[in-house]
Nanobody, 125 residues
Framework: QLQFVESGGGWVQPGGSLTLSCAAA????????IAWFRQAPGKGREVVSC????????TYADSVKGRFTISKDNAKNTVYLQMNRLESEDTGIYYC??????????????????WGQGTQVTISS
C-alpha cells in the first residue's frame, strides 16, 4: 500500500525554525517529483516547494525563497522541508504529495497522485 507519513509540525514563535519530514512507504522517490503544499486557514492549498526525482531540481514559492530548503534522502525514502525565519503567514497544514512525473513545474494539483495526511504548523507569539 502506497502512503506518506508527515511529521515535524508544531507551534513555534515568529523567527523560529521547524523541519518537516515526509516518509514514503510502498514506493521510492527516485523517479517522481515530491512537493510540499500548505493550506492556510480559509485559503486554498498552494505549493510551497518541490524536488525532482533526481534531486537535482528544486523549486520554491516566492514567499518562502531564502527561508525554506527542500531535500531528500533516497536511502530513507524521506523528503524534508527545513523552514527557517518562520512568519505568521506560514501557518497552515502542510502536505507532501507525489507527482506523476519526475520534473517539478507549475503542474495542476491533478498531476499529484498521492497525498499525505498533513501536519499542522502554527506560528504565533
Amino acid at each position: 500500500q502506497l502512503q506518506f507519513v508527515e511529521s515535524g509540525g508544531g507551534w513555534v514563535q515568529p523567527g523560529g525554525s521547524l523541519t518537516l519530514s515526509c516518509a514514503a512507504a510502498g514506493f521510492t522517490f527516485d523517479h517522481k517529483g515530491i512537493a510540499w503544499f500548505r493550506q492556510a486557514p480559509g485559503k486554498g492549498r498552494e505549493v510551497v516547494s518541490c524536488i525532482s526525482g533526481s534531486g537535482a531540481g528544486t523549486t520554491y514559492a516566492d514567499s518562502v525563497k531564502g527561508r525554506f530548503t527542500i531535500s531528500k534522502d533516497n536511502a530513507k525514502n524521506t523528503v524534508y522541508l527545513q523552514m527557517n525565519r518562520l512568519e505568521s503567514e506560514d501557518t497552515g497544514i502542510y502536505y507532501c504529495a507525489r507527482l506523476r512525473t519526475s520534473v517539478c513545474w507549475d503542474w495542476p494539483q491533478s498531476e499529484y497522485d498521492y497525498w499525505g495526511q498533513g501536519t499542522q504548523v502554527t506560528i504565533s507569539s
